[in-house]
């Protein structure tokens, strides 16, 4: 059984995140889910909103989990017996840095994988940053997000989104 890894800030999950997560899904036994903190990003959903949008948006996925980690993400891998992280990538800028990354994580875990899959083009320029600006100014984010995250947003505007 090949278990496969896909972490992420997920500061929200977008419909790109999702598509990742449906492909990993059809190639892998078992997908985690693994929303991490990253140190040096300012959160606009706390972790458990963060995991719970991701737990209601991937809900008909029945492999996959959902989980949060705070460290190391070859620790977590070894942690749940993971071979494979899954990193997805939308344009050469994203290669490059997880390029630097899959270099540390080699270094520390060379017996885990990592499996590059190329952005749709649909969502190949959305980002969960872009979504975020587009929330901070109440722009519709019908076709960049599940719907729960447009509930989400709506519940915290107060129901003023287009």
Known sequence: MTIAVYPGSFDPVTLGHLDVIARTARIFDEVRVCVMKNVSKHYCFDESERLALLAESTQALANVTVDHYEGLLTDYARSVQADVVVKGLRTIVDFE??????????????????????????????????????????????????????????????????
């Open 97 to 162: 840095y997880e390029m630097q990354m899959d270099y540390f994580n080699k270094r520390l875990a060379p017996e885990i994988e990592t499996f590059y899959l190329v952005a749709d083009t649909r969502y190949s320029v959305l980002s969960s940053t872009a979504i975020r600006e587009l929330m901070a100014f109440g722009g519709d984010l019908t076709g960049l997000v599940p719907a729960p995250v447009i509930r989400a947003v709506k519940d915290r505007q107060g129901g003023n989104t287009k």
